[in-house]
C-alpha cells in the first residue's frame, strides 16, 4: 500500500475544488440576481426557495454520505461519485440558469424549485461530499493532506476573482445560457481531471490499483460519530467561518453604499480579501509542519479578530477598511485550508477510537455545517439591519439603519471570530496525530 501522494494528485485535487467553487459562486453571487432581473420571481419568494433548500440539505447530505459509506468499487468509496457528479452538475447548472420565458409566473417558480433542487441539493451534495471524503481515503499524512488543502484554497481563489470579475461581463455579451453551458462544461472537466489524476491510496493494491474496502452500516457508523466530540467542533468551525464569510459578505454592498459612500470600494475590499488568502496558503502547510492545525487556527482567528477590530476603529474609513480586511484575508484563508484538513483528521481518530472509518457521514455533516453557515451568517446579518430599519428603496438611511450596518459589518464579525477563536482553542486532536497515523497505517497494510 503506496500512501505517498504526487504533486500531480494535489494539484489535480485542487482542480476539483476549483470545479466545485465555480458552482458556488455562481449560486451565491448571481443566482438571486438571475431570478429577480432575469426572470421576473420576487426576491422574497426566492428567498423561500433558499430555506426550503437548506432543509433539503440536511437531509440530502446525510444520505449521500451513508451511501458513500456504503459504496464498493476498484475505485474506492468516493471517486465514483466524483465522476458521477460531473456529468449531472454540468445539467444542472445549464437548467437551472435557462428558466423558459414561455412558462407563467407561477411555473417558472416552480421550474426554479425543481432545477435548484436538483443542482445544489442532489448534484452538489454528491460532489461535495465525495470530493471532502477523498482526501481522508488519499493519505494518512497530515502534512500531505495539508498540503492538498492549501492548494483547494490557492485555486479556489483564482476561480473566485475570475468568476466574480468576468461573469457580468460574459453575460453582457452572450447571455446566460451560453454562459451557464461554458461554467457547466468547465466545471465537468475539472471535476473528471480530479477522478483521472487522483486515486484512493487506502486500502490500494499497489500492483493492480483497485481499491478493496468495506461498507460501514449506519448502525454503525452512527453511534461512532456521535460520539466523536471533534466531529461536533469541526463542524462548529465550519459553521462560524461560513457565517463570517456570508454575514460580512452580504453586507459589503450595503457597507460601501451606505458607509463608506462609495461603491467603487466593492472590488478593492475584495482585493484585499482574496489576494492574502492565496498569498497565505503558499505557506500555511509549512506552518502547520512546524506548530500544528490547533496552533495555525488559533494564530488565524486571532488574525480574523484584528481584522475586524481594525475597521471598528474608524468604520467611516476606506483605509481602516482595506487594511483590516488584508489582516482577515491571511486568518480567513488557513481557516479553511486547516478546517478541510481536520475533516479528515476527525474520520481516522474516529476509526482509531470506535474502530468504524465512516469518510461519508463525516464529510456530510460538516459539509451540512457549511451550507448552515452560509445561510445562518446571511440571515442574521440581513436581520440585524431589518432592525435597525434599513429601508432598501429609501434615498438616504436613518443613524439607526446605518450603525446596524456597520453593527453587521462590523461587530458580528468579532463576535464570530471570538467564537471561532473558542473553537480552535478547544480543537486538540493533534495530541493524537502521531499514534493515529501508526496505527492505522498497521490495520491498513495490504
Same mark, same amino acid.
Given at each position: 500500500?503506496?500512501?505517498?501522494?504526487?504533486?500531480?494528485?494535489?494539484? $489535480?485535487?485542487?482542480?476539483?475544488?476549483?470545479?466545485?467553487?465555480?458552482?458556488?459562486?455562481?449560486?451565491?453571487?448571481?443566482?438571486?440576481?438571475?431570478?429577480?432581473?432575469?426572470?421576473?420571481?420576487?426576491?422574497?419568494?426566492?428567498?423561500?426557495?433558499?430555506?426550503?433548500?437548506?432543509?433539503?440539505?440536511?437531509?440530502?447530505?446525510?444520505?449521500?454520505?451513508?451511501?458513500?459509506?456504503?459504496?464498493?468499487?476498484?475505485?474506492?468509496?468516493?471517486?465514483?461519485?466524483?465522476?458521477?457528479?460531473?456529468?449531472?452538475?454540468?445539467?444542472?447548472?445549464?437548467?437551472?440558469?435557462?428558466?423558459?420565458?414561455?412558462?407563467?409566473?407561477?411555473?417558472?417558480?416552480?421550474?426554479?424549485?425543481?432545477?435548484?433542487?436538483?443542482?445544489?441539493?442532489?448534484?452538489?451534495?454528491?460532489?461535495?461530499?465525495?470530493?471532502?471524503?477523498?482526501?481522508?481515503?488519499?493519505?494518512?499524512?497530515?502534512?500531505?493532506?495539508?498540503?492538498?488543502?492549501?492548494?483547494?484554497?490557492?485555486?479556489?481563489?483564482?476561480?473566485?476573482?475570475?468568476?466574480?470579475?468576468?461573469?457580468? %461581463?460574459?453575460?453582457?455579451?452572450?447571455?446566460?445560457?451560453?454562459?451557464?453551458?461554458?461554467?457547466?462544461?468547465?466545471?465537468?472537466?475539472? #471535476?473528471?481531471?480530479?477522478?483521472?489524476?487522483?486515486?484512493?491510496?487506502?486500502?490500494?493494491?499497489?500492483?493492480?490499483?483497485?481499491?478493496?474496502?468495506?461498507?460501514?452500516?449506519?448502525?454503525?457508523?452512527?453511534?461512532?460519530?456521535?460520539?466523536?466530540?471533534?466531529?461536533?467542533?469541526?463542524?462548529?468551525?465550519?459553521?462560524?467561518?461560513?457565517?463570517?464569510?456570508?454575514?460580512?459578505?452580504?453586507?459589503?454592498?450595503?457597507? $460601501?453604499?451606505?458607509?463608506?459612500?462609495?461603491?467603487?470600494?466593492?472590488?478593492? #475590499?475584495?482585493?484585499?480579501?482574496?489576494?492574502?488568502?492565496?498569498?497565505?496558503? $503558499?505557506?500555511?502547510?509549512?506552518?502547520?509542519?512546524?506548530?500544528?492545525?490547533?496552533?495555525?487556527?488559533?494564530?488565524?482567528?486571532?488574525?480574523?479578530?484584528?481584522?475586524?477590530?481594525?475597521?471598528?476603529?474608524?468604520?467611516?474609513?476606506?483605509?481602516?477598511?482595506?487594511?483590516?480586511?488584508?489582516?482577515?484575508?491571511?486568518?480567513?484563508?488557513? =481557516?479553511?485550508?486547516?478546517?478541510?484538513?481536520?475533516?479528515?483528521?476527525?474520520?481516522?481518530?474516529?476509526?482509531? %477510537?470506535?474502530?468504524?472509518?465512516?469518510?461519508?457521514?463525516?464529510?456530510? $455533516?460538516?459539509?451540512?455545517?457549511?451550507?448552515?453557515?452560509?445561510?445562518?451568517?446571511?440571515?442574521?446579518?440581513?436581520? =440585524?439591519?431589518?432592525?435597525?430599519?434599513?429601508?432598501?428603496?429609501?434615498?438616504?438611511?436613518?443613524?439607526?439603519?446605518?450603525?446596524?450596518?456597520?453593527?453587521?459589518?462590523?461587530?458580528?464579525?468579532?463576535? #464570530?471570530?471570538?467564537?471561532?477563536?473558542?473553537?480552535?482553542?478547544? #480543537?486538540?486532536?493533534? %495530541?493524537?496525530?502521531?499514534?493515529?497515523? %501508526?496505527?492505522?497505517?498497521?490495520?491498513?497494510?495490504?
Amino acid at each position: 500500500m503506496n500512501m505517498k501522494v504526487s504533486v500531480k494528485e494535489k494539484i $489535480c485535487y485542487g482542480i476539483g475544488s476549483g470545479g466545485g467553487n465555480i458552482i458556488t459562486q455562481i449560486l451565491g453571487t448571481f443566482l438571486t440576481a438571475y431570478y429577480t432581473d432575469s426572470v421576473g420571481i420576487a426576491a422574497a419568494a426566492v428567498g423561500t426557495m433558499m430555506l426550503v433548500a437548506r432543509l433539503l440539505d440536511g437531509i440530502s447530505d446525510v444520505l449521500m454520505g451513508g451511501i458513500v459509506d456504503k459504496t464498493r468499487t476498484k475505485w474506492g468509496k468516493a471517486r465514483p461519485w466524483i465522476l458521477i457528479s460531473a456529468p449531472v452538475i454540468c445539467i444542472g447548472l445549464i437548467l437551472t440558469f435557462n428558466v423558459p420565458e414561455s412558462l407563467s409566473s407561477s411555473a417558472k417558480l416552480i421550474y426554479a424549485y425543481i432545477t435548484y433542487v436538483f443542482l445544489n441539493c442532489i448534484a452538489f451534495t454528491a460532489y461535495m461530499i465525495s470530493h471532502t471524503a477523498l482526501l481522508s481515503r488519499v493519505t494518512l499524512d497530515v502534512n500531505d493532506r495539508q498540503s492538498m488543502t492549501s492548494i483547494n484554497q490557492i485555486v479556489n481563489n483564482v476561480v473566485q476573482l475570475i468568476v466574480t470579475g468576468f461573469t457580468i %461581463k460574459f453575460v453582457t455579451a452572450v447571455g446566460w445560457r451560453s454562459v451557464s453551458i461554458m461554467y457547466g462544461l468547465i466545471t465537468a472537466l475539472m #471535476l473528471l481531471i480530479c477522478f483521472w489524476g487522483v486515486k484512493e491510496h487506502l486500502d490500494m493494491d499497489a500492483e493492480t490499483e483497485e481499491v478493496k474496502v468495506e461498507s460501514v452500516p449506519l448502525k454503525e457508523a452512527v453511534p461512532a460519530i456521535l460520539k466523536n466530540k471533534y466531529f461536533y467542533l469541526v463542524a462548529a468551525l465550519f459553521i462560524l467561518a461560513l457565517s463570517i464569510a456570508s454575514g460580512n459578505g452580504s453586507m459589503t454592498v450595503y457597507y $460601501c453604499g451606505n458607509i463608506l459612500k462609495d461603491m467603487d470600494m466593492m472590488t478593492p #475590499l475584495s482585493m484585499a480579501l482574496t489576494l492574502p488568502v492565496i498569498i497565505g496558503n $503558499c505557506f500555511v502547510p509549512a506552518i502547520v509542519k512546524k506548530i500544528g492545525h490547533q496552533k495555525t487556527l488559533i494564530l488565524s482567528s486571532i488574525l480574523m479578530l484584528v481584522g475586524f477590530l481594525i475597521v471598528a476603529i474608524n468604520p467611516h474609513s476606506g483605509t481602516f477598511a482595506i487594511v483590516g480586511t488584508v489582516v482577515r484575508g491571511f486568518g480567513n484563508g488557513a =481557516i479553511f485550508a486547516c478546517g478541510f484538513a481536520l475533516s479528515a483528521q476527525v474520520v481516522d481518530y474516529g476509526e482509531w %477510537k470506535f474502530n468504524v472509518r465512516s469518510e461519508g457521514l463525516v464529510n456530510s $455533516c460538516v459539509s451540512f455545517g457549511q451550507k448552515v453557515g452560509l445561510g445562518l451568517g446571511a440571515a442574521i446579518a440581513s436581520w =440585524i439591519i431589518a432592525a435597525g430599519g434599513y429601508v432598501g428603496t429609501a434615498k438616504v438611511q436613518t443613524a439607526s439603519a446605518n450603525s446596524a450596518i456597520i453593527f453587521a459589518y462590523v461587530w458580528f464579525g468579532v463576535i #464570530l471570530a471570538a467564537l471561532l477563536l473558542v473553537v480552535s482553542l478547544l #480543537l486538540n486532536i493533534d %495530541k493524537y496525530e502521531g499514534q493515529i497515523k %501508526k496505527d492505522l497505517e498497521q490495520r491498513h497494510k495490504a
